[in-house]
């Protein structure tokens, strides 16, 4: 039996019931439709991490999960499942119940860290820069998900903490990121990677205000708008850094992990040093 098109089941065999606003059929065909861009995203870099260098694989490792997690999520989402039903109000002041799906936030707890590693380890910043960029991510997220599950007004004091620590997010991965890139040399590519990924980024507190948080816009309405908007971060995000990549220089970057060899720097700074130097400093 076909799961999409004009034979899509799934909400007959996976019921909403007990809410009064729920994913329709042409919600679930588009679901389905992202959920395969991310199958097919997921296939290419597979491939694509066998042919590229053991010591250049970082992104294809990282982005793989990343579209992993994003197939499994949409696919939940398209089968009508990962959800709970939430009291809510309506634009005209109603009280209504309203299918919210956690799974996209499961997603999002994913994909934001990812993505906020990725541009960490292309600027060159510190890990602890890397790491707080992680854990703000994590945060915008979380914040964003409980907000969705408070029935009161009172949910959009925890939607104005998630939209803090996007900011916060921001002006690290433009500014600080930007200065340590230009130390490495890459500071054109990477403020196209981090300009495009931001302004996506600004666009999501705009979808979850007129979505989970303010419904105004419906179930289908609102994944059509975060369906755009995840497939330009992850999928379209992925092939643009490893577009980029192929001129950059992994050693100088820091990010030849698998190598096992020092960075170009490192050698260059130890043919400077004189031999009796050098066995100090090994001893």
């Known amino acids: 039996m076909s799961l999409i098109g004009r034979a899509n089941a799934a909400l007959n065999i996976n019921t909403a019931t007990g809410v009064d606003e729920a994913l329709s059929v042409h919600g679930s065909d588009w679901l389905w439709a992202v ?38 999520t949409y696919y939940a989402q398209a089968s009508n499942l990962g959800w709970s039903a939430v009291e809510q109000i309506d634009n005209l002041g109603n009280g209504v119940v309203r299918q919210m799906f956690y799974a996209k936030y499961i997603n999002w707890v994913v994909a934001f860290p990812s993505l906020a590693l990725a541009l960490g380890l292309i ?54 990121s930007r200065e340590a890139a230009a130390l490495l040399g890459v500071d054109s590519d990477y403020m196209y990677l981090a300009g495009w990924l931001n ?3 600004m666009l999501y507190p705009i979808a979850f205000g007129l979505t ?30 490893l577009f980029f990549a192929r001129n950059w220089d992994y050693h100088k970057l820091n990010i030849a992990f698998s190598d096992g060899r020092p960075s170009r720097e490192s050698d260059a700074v130890l043919k400077d040093v004189p031999p009796a130097a050098a066995d100090i400093s090994a001893a």
Do not use: Q
């Not at 296939?43 to 694989?57: C, D, M, Y």
């Not at 600027?123 to 945060?139: D, F, K, L, Q, R």
């Not at 914040?143 to 690290?172: E, N």
């Not at 609102?222 to 379209?236: K, Q, R, Y």
């Open 123 to 176: 600027s060159g910043v510190s890990w602890t820069t890397i790491i707080c960029n992680i854990a703000i991510a994590w945060y915008w997220v979380i914040s964003y998900l409980v907000a969705a599950y408070t029935t009161t007004s009172y949910k959009w004091g925890f939607f104005v903490f998630g939209t803090f620590s996007w900011i916060i997010l921001a002006m690290s991965t433009i500014n600080e």
């Open 212 to 241: 989970d948080g303010g419904n105004l816009v419906g179930i289908t309405g609102g994944f059509v708008f975060f369906g755009i908007l995840d497939v330009l971060m992850v999928p379209v995000l992925t092939f643009a850094v």
């Open 35 to 72: 959920t395969a861009i991310y199958v097919l995203s997921f296939i290419v870099l597979l491939v694509l991490s066998f042919v590229a260098k053991e010591s250049e694989r970082v992104f294809h490792y990282l982005f793989t999960f990343a579209l992993l997690v994003g197939a499994i």
């Open 199 to 201: 302004l996506l980024w």
